[in-house]
């Protein structure tokens, strides 16, 4: 859901996590990856402005993260 909000493809969201385009299909398939490429695919959605939702009752879920008020 992520990558679809950001309008990027398999390829797009590898290269900004640093991983191969096969990498993302099987983490969409649900295969089982290593904790540091699920982490660098999650901070690649992060920065590009994804906030992802923990189990509240209605389920996980992603959003784009509300922008930060500029001090004067």
Same mark, same amino acid.
């Not at 900004?16 to 649900?30: F, K």
């Given at each position: 859901m992520a990558r679809t909000a950001l %309008?990027?493809?398999t390829r797009d969201l590898a290269r900004n996590?640093?991983?191969?385009?096969? #990498?993302?299909a099987r983490l *969409? +398939? /649900? *295969?089982?990856? +290593?904790? =540091? #490429?699920? =982490?660098?695919?999650? =901070?690649?959605i992060e920065a590009a402005g994804i906030e992802f939702i923990p189990e509240n /009752? %209605?389920?996980v879920g992603v959003r784009f993260a509300r922008a930060t008020e500029h001090k004067k």
């Amino acid at each position: 859901m992520a990558r679809t909000a950001l %309008g990027w493809g398999t390829r797009d969201l590898a290269r900004n996590a640093g991983v191969s385009p096969d #990498t993302i299909a099987r983490l *969409e +398939r /649900g *295969e089982n990856l +290593r904790a =540091s #490429t699920i =982490s660098a695919v999650q =901070s690649a959605i992060e920065a590009a402005g994804i906030e992802f939702i923990p189990e509240n /009752g %209605g389920g996980v879920g992603v959003r784009f993260a509300r922008a930060t008020e500029h001090k004067k």
